[in-house]
């Protein structure tokens, strides 16, 4: 049974390009959840969503970020215009439709860097 | 609002050692508690977790850690720590209505004297 994938593992971008993080949950679950690391920091919650629908977004940005969950394929963390502060590690992670509150499974991350 | 506190940014144990890493939190309800690790460059791994019950609860890699509701606490143990076991530990806070997401705390990095 695969694990939560992401991708890309790393990416690269210049100030003011975009960035699309993708996230595939574990085979069954239906919520995913994306944390965001800064350095030397612990986990910050971002958005909570399952399919089609965006439950809990209290802890993105205003600006600049989005995410989705499309019926079919990938969550997708977008993040428009970057800026060296977006620098960071993006876990997604994900959790089975009826598990308990805040068994989450996580992937490896996806690690961005903005020069 | 749910909160996590480990006051410990930097711990360094020799091998063999025992070890305990703090963790104390601040939840309107009785919470669901949990400790993950992550190995540099890597994602998380749930190590242990409690819902209810046994407020001493087993995990892998020979982990344990006690919820304690009195000193809203909810420590990490384990006997004897292994070179392998050098990594960066969170504790987490889960639950609340309509809400699934975990609050970590800022994590305590684990390095291990040979």
């Known amino acids: 049974n695969a694990g939560v994938m992401q991708n890309p593992r790393h990416l690269v971008r210049r100030r003011g390009q975009e960035a699309r993080l993708r996230c595939s949950p574990m085979?069954?679950?239906?919520?995913v959840y994306w944390y965001r690391q800064l350095p030397e920091e612990g986990l910050k919650f971002m958005v909570y969503?399952?399919?089609?629908?965006?439950?809990?977004e209290s802890g993105m940005p205003k600006e600049r970020f989005s995410a989705e969950f499309p019926k079919e394929g990938p969550s997708i963390l977008r993040i428009q215009q970057v800026v060296r502060g977006d620098s960071a590690a993006y876990f997604c992670?994900?959790?089975?439709?009826?598990?308990?509150?805040?068994?989450?499974?996580f992937g490896e991350g996806s690690r961005l860097t903005v020069l | 609002a749910q909160s996590v506190t480990q006051p410990d940014i930097h711990i360094t144990v020799s091998e063999g050692a025992s070890l305990e890493l703090r963790c104390n939190y601040s939840?309107?309800?009785?919470?669901?508690l949990f400790w993950y690790v992550q190995s540099p460059g890597q994602g998380l791994q749930l190590l242990l977790k409690?819902?209810?019950?046994?407020?001493l609860v087993q995990g892998i890699k020979g982990f344990e850690a006690e919820f304690k509701r009195s000193q809203s606490s909810f420590n990490l143990r384990k006997p004897s720590v292994h070179w392998s076991d050098a990594a960066e530990y969170f504790c987490?806070?889960?639950?609340?209505?309509?809400?699934?997401?975990?609050?970590f705390g800022s994590g305590t990095r684990l390095q291990v004297q040979p």
């Open positions: 987490a806070v889960g639950g609340g209505t309509g809400r699934r997401a975990l609050t």
């Open positions: 409690y819902f209810s019950g046994d407020t």
């Open positions: 992670a994900s959790s089975p439709p009826r598990g308990r509150t805040g068994e989450l499974f």
């Open positions: 085979k069954g679950h239906s919520h």
């Open positions: 969503l399952q399919k089609e629908n965006i439950i809990d």
């Open positions: 939840y309107g309800a009785t919470p669901y």
